[in-house]
């Protein structure tokens, strides 16, 4: 018997608003995903970001992003 997929579980409110964004890599690729925490209001063209992951489940984690640090 095949697999039914699940759906995928309602956006809950303390996740919106949330920006999907296109992230260039410095290696040439670009990648979209989004800057969790950061208002849209305040992603900038360029900013720099650096990659954390959100685990899903045992089998999947998700590259996101965040504002880089100073210094």
Same mark, same amino acid.
Do not use: C, H, W
């Given at each position: *018997?095949? =697999?039914?997929?699940?759906?995928v579980p309602?956006?809950?409110? +303390? *996740?919106?608003?949330?920006?999907? !964004?296109?992230?260039?890599?410095?290696?040439? %690729?670009?990648i979209v995903? &989004?800057? %969790?925490?950061? @208002?849209? /209001?305040?992603?900038?063209? =360029?900013?720099? !970001? =650096?990659?954390? $992951? =959100?685990? !899903? &489940? /045992? +089998?999947?984690?998700? %590259? @996101? $992003?965040?504002?880089?640090?100073?210094?």
């Open positions: *018997m095949p =697999e039914i997929a699940k759906p309602a956006v809950t409110p +303390q *996740m919106v608003p949330y920006a999907v !964004v296109m992230i260039k890599l410095k290696e040439g %690729p670009a995903s &989004n800057l %969790p925490g950061v @208002k849209p /209001d305040r992603i900038r063209y =360029e900013m720099p !970001v =650096e990659v954390v $992951f =959100e685990k !899903v &489940n /045992d +089998q999947i984690s998700l %590259p @996101k $992003f965040r504002p880089r640090a100073a210094g």
